[in-house]
């Protein structure tokens, strides 16, 4: 965090230590080093809850985790909660805002669909960000408030999105009837088992989340038809 400029003793001093070859940090250096603090503090943030789970977690565990002292914790988050919830804004906000931001195809919505799954199956569950999800789900239906965050933040977004999409495809004809537009979820819920199962199964029944994803996508849709 910049620290404003100083009058005074602090002054005098500064400007003794530069006289003597050390200068102080430029503004820019500064700022990088706090953006640096604050994402090794939210790194350490997942870690700990991911190991601990959120209400046994302590600010001072995810300090140490971090190499940083407690109160620069304080400094960029007020508590626990709002800690968490930069880490999913952080982490997983940004994968909904693409799936929102993709330009409507004149493509069947079997393929539409196939394509955010692998996006999903990439973008998601191959990287940390399955650990947010698997956290989010253990722990956030305990806190209401995270819980009304994350809906809002990202379920509520993502469920737009695919409604969109399935909207879309329903005005085409290509679907027989409202159902799946009624219950996107029926897209995502594998996706969501997936992370469930694996975390508590994996070593000794792996899923394979992309095949689960698009096996439910041909019951939901039938089998693709081969030429």
């Not at 989010?136 to 379920?155: C, Q, W």
């Not at 999409?165 to 995502?188: C, H, K, M, N």
Request: charged content about 25%; cysteine-free; hydrophobic content about 45%.
């Amino acid at each position: 965090m910049a620290t404003p400029p100083k009058t005074g003793v602090r002054a005098g001093r500064a400007k003794s230590a530069g006289s003597t070859g050390l200068q102080a940090p430029k503004p820019g250096a500064r700022q990088e080093q706090s953006a640096a603090r604050r994402e090794a503090i939210l790194l350490a943030g997942l870690d700990e809850f991911s190991a601990r789970g959120f209400a046994a977690t302590r600010l001072e565990d995810i300090a140490k985790r971090a190499g940083v002292g407690k109160g620069t914790i304080y400094l960029h988050f007020a508590d626990k909660e709002k800690l968490l919830e930069e880490i999913v804004r952080t982490m997983v906000v940004p994968f909904v805002t693409t799936v929102e931001s993709l330009p409507p195809v004149d493509l069947p919505i079997r393929i539409v669909l196939g394509n955010l799954i692998d996006l999903f199956v990439r973008e998601v569950y191959g990287t940390r960000r399955r650990d947010v999800l698997r956290l989010v789900i253990a722990e956030v239906p305990r806190f209401p408030a995270l819980a009304d965050f994350y809906y809002k933040a990202v379920i509520e977004r993502a469920l737009g999105a695919l409604r969109g999409i399935i909207g879309r495809a329903v005005a085409r004809g290509e679907l027989p009837d409202d159902t799946l537009l009624r219950f996107p979820q029926l897209v995502v819920a594998p996706g969501m088992l997936a992370i469930v199962w694996n975390g508590l199964f994996e070593r000794h029944a792996p899923l394979d989340v992309g095949a689960l994803m698009h096996a439910q996508l041909d019951i939901i849709l039938g089998k693709e038809k081969l030429p």
